[in-house]
């Protein structure tokens, strides 16, 4: 089974960007068909698909967020990115990567198989 772990920094200041890195075990980001994706939960709001990569490298964004967003991979490591631009404390949340078979958007946490989570805040 595929295992998820996000890592980056716990702390970002406001107009910076934010990197967190999802490492895959158990699988490889290139088998076809599975999506690779980003979630958020602000606190005491709900879940937030943010983007995904696919198998092939191709990537999905958020309409909401499209302009700020940028997730990339690492196929030698097995890894793949989040880039959030121009942070405010409105980013303030508990980011998870997750990985899903035949589908891009992730809006529950029955669907796929999720990391832990990482909290960033966003604060001066």
């Known amino acids: 089974q595929v295992q998820l772990q996000e890592s980056g920094p716990g702390l970002v200041k406001p107009s910076q960007t934010l990197s967190l890195t999802c490492t895959v075990s158990?699988?490889?980001?290139?088998?076809?068909?599975?999506?690779w994706s980003w979630v958020r939960r602000p606190p005491g709001k709900g879940l937030e698909w943010m983007g995904a990569?696919?198998?092939?490298?191709?990537?999905y964004y958020s309409p909401s967020l499209k302009s700020r967003t940028s997730i990339s991979r690492d196929t030698s490591k097995n890894q793949f990115t989040l880039q959030l631009s121009s942070v405010t404390p409105e980013d303030t949340a508990r980011y998870y990567c997750?990985?899903?078979?035949?589908?891009?958007?992730?809006?529950?946490?029955?669907?796929?198989?999720w990391g832990q989570g990482t909290q960033v805040t966003v604060s001066s």
């Open positions: 990569i696919d198998y092939s490298g191709r990537t």
């Open positions: 997750v990985s899903a078979v035949r589908q891009v958007v992730v809006k529950t946490t029955s669907e796929g198989s």
């Open positions: 158990g699988g490889s980001i290139t088998t076809n068909y599975y999506y």
